[in-house]
């Protein structure tokens, strides 16, 4: 790690405890300022890391950004869900893709899998009958994020195991 992605990661860990304070006394101002700067400064630490691929950089410096897109989707006053939610899907699209570029082993990727299944089982149906029940026409959306999120979980396993 750089001495720049150092500081800059301090300052985000730092930033990152702001925000989550704010969250917990409901100070939606300080919550505008601190949940995008936690992530313009994350991308700065992935933009100052030597990767051995710099394309692995790139996807999730892309993804980063997406994410900061989502985050700010969300928090904005109106009703911008099913955007965040695609701002979320294609930032896990690219972690996807980036994570198997980074390489992946077998082993991992059934761990991985087992994991997934798992959590659809125990947390995902009950997600989908909750948006069923209240707003049917999230449904899709919703499996859509879930299917693409699961296929994200299994690349990270991947890269950390065989």
Do not use: N
Not at 58 to 78: E, N, Q, R
Not at 155 to 162: D, K, L, Y
Request: proline fraction near 4%.
């Amino acid at each position: 790690m750089t001495v720049t992605a150092g500081v800059l990661l301090a300052a985000t860990l730092v930033s990152a405890a702001i925000d989550w304070t704010a969250v917990w006394f409901r100070d939606q101002r300080r919550r505008y300022l601190f949940k995008p700067l936690t992530l313009l400064l994350l991308i700065g630490v992935a933009l100052t890391l030597d990767p051995a691929d710099p394309g692995v950089r790139t996807l999730f410096v892309l993804a980063l950004a997406l994410s900061l897109a989502g985050d700010i989707l969300l928090m904005v006053p109106g009703d911008q869900f099913v955007l965040g939610l695609g701002a979320f899907l294609l930032a896990h699209v690219a972690y996807a893709v980036g994570l198997v570029l980074a390489g992946v082993g077998l082993i991992g990727l059934a761990v991985g899998l087992v994991v997934v299944i798992v959590s659809a089982l125990l947390v995902g149906v009950r997600i989908v009958t909750g948006a069923r029940d209240t707003e049917p026409v999230l449904v899709s959306p919703v499996v859509a994020y879930m299917v693409v999120i699961s296929v994200m979980v299994v690349c990270a396993f991947g890269t950390g195991i065989g």
